[in-house]
């Protein structure tokens, strides 16, 4: 039920997807996927697997990383994602790039949960932005992450989260509910949709509960296992497969 509603979400937000980003966020979501990047710190030659890679943010940040400061044109990307409408995105924004004519970048539409058309032990870092919280069960992507990870490999995921001050979450609340759904309406035409995307955030497991999952799902963290950004409006998480 809720993997069908989310297909129907993201397809209906898709051209837009960017963006609406720019707007609920003020333009601080790229500032938070730069950081990702940067944390990531990719060795040269390195296979990422990008799942629930939308309109490829991930994927571009992390091949313009490699060839920038490893000087890399080795590494690879693997964008999945179980929204055909949304990877298409992703492909229309890629299709011109070097990265695409060097064969660097594969798209695959495929559930996070279940990822049989991928390995085990196959990529060194896996990501997933702003799409677990999507996601029916998000032990059984972690898991699924653990399984298709090399030893030694990297899950790295950058989530909305809590905002822990009671005056900010307070403040944060206001504009998830009122003014993104608004937003919503006036770029989009979609105000449902985006009060989706409001709700989900909600329900999605606070920083410590999500780190708990990640360990349960094998992985070892450093320290609580995540970096809270904007006051804990995003958390990027982390974990080894040792």
Known sequence: ??????????????????????????????LWKDHFIHKMAPAPGAKLLDVAGGTGDIAQRFLEYQDSTNGDSTSSVHMVDINPDMLREGERRLADSKWQQQ????????????????????????????????????????????????????????????????????????????????????????????????ESIRKFPAQDEFAHIIRDAGFTTIGKGYENLTFGTVAIHSGYKF
């Open 1 to 30: 039920m809720k993997e069908s509603l989310v297909r129907n979400v993201f397809s209906n937000v898709a051209s837009n997807y960017d963006v609406m980003n720019d707007a609920m966020s003020m333009g601080i979501h790229r």
């Open 103 to 198: 064969n660097r970048i594969g798209f695959t539409v495929g559930n996070a949960e279940k990822l049989e058309f991928i390995e085990d032990n196959s990529f060194d870092v896996y990501t997933i932005a702003f799409g677990i919280r999507n996601c029916t069960h998000p032990d059984q992507v972690v898991r699924e992450a653990y399984r298709v990870l090399k030893p030694g490999g990297r899950f790295m995921c950058l989530e909305f989260s809590r905002v822990s001050n009671l005056v900010l979450a307070a403040i944060y609340d206001m504009h998830s509910f009122y003014v993104i759904p608004k937003l919503g309406e006036l770029i989009a035409n979609d105000r449902q949709s985006y009060e989706y995307l409001v």
